[in-house]
Nanobody, 117 residues
Framework: QVQLVESGGGLVQAGGSLRLACAASVSTDNIFVIGWYRQAPGKQRELVATIIRQTIYNYSDSVKGRFTISRDSVKNTVYLQMNSLKPEDTAVYYC???????????WGQGTQVTVSS
């Protein structure tokens, strides 16, 4: 079992920045993949950014160049730095982790990000 607790969401104007944090209950060194998904109203949940095996960084095309995922192995925390935010980034952002390739998905409770135009 992995517990994930997100923080850092909020309301920001277009062009602004936010940093999300996801604190894991286990060492991120032991997690196969950890990252962020988001779900906007009326839309499916979509991948935002992930870190695979601690070294492979993956981003969706919609956030590439604006968002940066990172991890702090001492704090067992993964961050999502979001810059140049757009109204279309408005969504609930969820932290996700898998402990190995075919393990169940573990999810956080989500944190709301709202970008006003």
């Amino acid at each position: 079992q992995v517990q994930l607790v997100e923080s850092g969401g909020g309301l920001v104007q277009a062009g602004g920045s936010l940093r999300l944090a996801c604190a894991a209950s286990v060492s991120t060194d032991n997690i196969f993949v950890i990252g962020w998904y988001r779900q906007a109203p009326g839309k499916q949940r979509e991948l935002v950014a992930t870190i695979i095996r601690q070294t492979i960084y993956n981003y969706s095309d919609s956030v590439k160049g604006r968002f940066t995922i990172s991890r702090d192995s001492v704090k067992n925390t993964v961050y999502l730095q979001m810059n140049s935010l757009k109204p279309e980034d408005t969504a609930v952002y969820y932290c996700n982790a898998k402990t190995y390739l075919y393990s169940p998905d573990f999810w956080g409770q989500g944190t709301q990000v709202t970008v006003s135009s």
